[in-house]
């Protein structure tokens, strides 16, 4: 099974143009994007989080549930959901701002225990900021790269909710001995100020930029660099399509067999060149559709 660990919250979606629009609910976060994506390709996952008992929360759980997700160890609380409300602009992209104030996954603890058939554990976005989850998800983090289980982590960074931006950058580097896979935007590394060679000599066993409608590009310990364009589309909204990046790289490397990062070291460049193109499909079906939709695997070819 495949654990992703991190926030769900409601999207608050512009309808329409104008200053005031009608703001549509959707399911959302990049953890509960991926975890979503992840069911839906059809690999087993378990999503780990703190949900509000509130209706949102419900939908939330529904949503999980409706892709074939165990909730199991999801935590609940009386506090209210997350919110983020988004602006897409013409092209596409979105930018979100937050109500985060008491909410409910920001009071995330750490489990006791990791399941024993747990293959790979997926980190990421407004978990790791808010405290005091945050420090809950980076120990859970640290705990399962100790046992020798496959971590990934895409940052996703929401610089609007970073209050330090050097205290973050210095945060998300010690992060990155205990991180098997690490995922990121060109946007992300930006601002993070580092480069792909830089991240793999601190741990990583693979680094995966996205590039938009460019494509993906994998950079591996052995110094190769494997890239792909991305796949032409009509794209309606960007919404979800890195957290199917994600998903669509998790599922692949699963169904190779590939989550250690002794298997990454293994995998060529047909390997790595089939597995991007896989996650550049999904990611195109994701953005051809109206906020965080990821395909199911009967949409796809296989990885």
Not at 146 to 172: E, K, M, S
Request: hydrophobic fraction near 45%; charged fraction near 20%.
């Amino acid at each position: 099974m495949i654990i992703v660990a991190g926030e769900a919250l409601i999207d608050l979606v512009p309808q329409g143009a104008g200053a005031l629009v009608h703001l549509r609910p959707a399911r959302g976060g990049g953890p509960y994007n991926t975890a979503v994506a992840l069911g839906r390709l059809g690999s087993p996952t378990v999503f780990c989080s703190r949900v509000s008992n509130d209706a949102f929360g419900e939908a939330l759980l529904g949503g999980l549930r409706e892709a074939g997700v165990d909730v199991s160890s999801v935590q609940r609380g009386a506090e209210p959901t997350t919110l983020a409300v988004a602006t897409v602009d013409p092209d596409g992209s979105a930018a979100y701002s937050f109500y985060v104030e008491g909410t409910a996954d920001r009071l995330f603890t750490a489990p006791d225990r990791l399941p024993d058939a747990v293959r790979a554990v997926s980190f990421g976005t407004v978990s790791l900021v808010l405290e005091p989850g945050a420090s809950a998800y980076e120990e859970l983090l640290r705990t399962a790269a100790a046992r020798g289980v496959f971590t990934a982590l895409d940052p996703n960074v929401r610089a609007g909710l970073i209050a330090d931006a050097d205290a973050y950058r210095a945060r998300f580097k010690s992060w990155l001995p205990s991180v098997s896979l690490l995922k990121l935007s060109e946007e992300d590394a930006r601002w993070l100020g580092g480069t792909p060679r830089e991240w793999l000599a601190s741990g990583p066993a693979a680094v995966v930029i996205t590039r938009g409608g460019d494509g993906l590009t994998v950079f591996t310990q052995d110094g190769a660099a494997h890239s792909v364009p991305g796949e032409p589309v009509e794209v309606v909204d960007t919404i979800g399509a890195g957290d199917t990046v994600n998903a669509a790289l998790l599922h692949g490397l699963a169904a190779r067999d590939a989550l250690s990062p002794a298997a990454l070291a293994d995998l060529d460049a047909e390997d790595w060149t089939a597995l991007l193109r896989f996650a550049a499909r999904a990611a195109a079906i994701t953005c051809s559709r109206a906020g965080a939709q990821p395909p199911y695997a009967a949409e796809l070819d296989a990885p």
